[in-house]
């Protein structure tokens, strides 16, 4: 079997009915979800992409050094990367600007990933999560 790359979207996000948490554990609950932790939060994910992870290696390959790129390879060490709001105009400026040069299939790629990025830079609490999942 291949090892692929899979992008998620976090587009939804369920919390516990107030009335099911008790009083004691409120309190508890926000400052988890405040410091990034998901107590009685249940985060939904949407596949966005899947790719082969040596088809993603050569799409990577493809952008000049820089944080964008550095950006994207954090998969390649790391078997996992965030793409948030704080990335947004990093990445679509790179996807702009390498557009022209991209194979037919990573252009799609890029289409796929800047429509979710507008959505992201609408609302900013969506975010990408990148797996690379052995199989």
């Not at 107590?39 to 493809?62: E, N, S, T």
Request: aromatic letters at 12%.
């Amino acid at each position: 079997m291949t090892t692929q790359v899979i992008f998620y979207l976090l587009n939804q996000r369920f919390v516990e009915n107030e009335s099911q948490v008790p009083e004691q554990a409120q309190q508890v609950m926000y400052y988890s979800l405040a410091i990034g932790h998901h107590v009685g939060v249940i985060d939904c994910f949407k596949k966005l992409l899947v790719c082969d992870y040596g088809d993603y290696q050569h799409f990577v390959a493809q952008f000049p050094e820089g944080e964008a790129k550095r950006k994207l390879t954090g998969l390649l060490r790391f078997g996992e990367i965030t793409i948030d709001s704080s990335h947004v105009n990093l990445l679509a400026r790179a996807f702009d600007d390498a557009y022209a040069e991209l194979s037919e299939e990573y252009q799609h790629w890029v289409d796929i990933l800047m429509e979710t990025l507008a959505a992201i830079q609408k609302e900013p609490v969506m975010y990408i999560m990148v797996k690379r999942r052995d199989g």
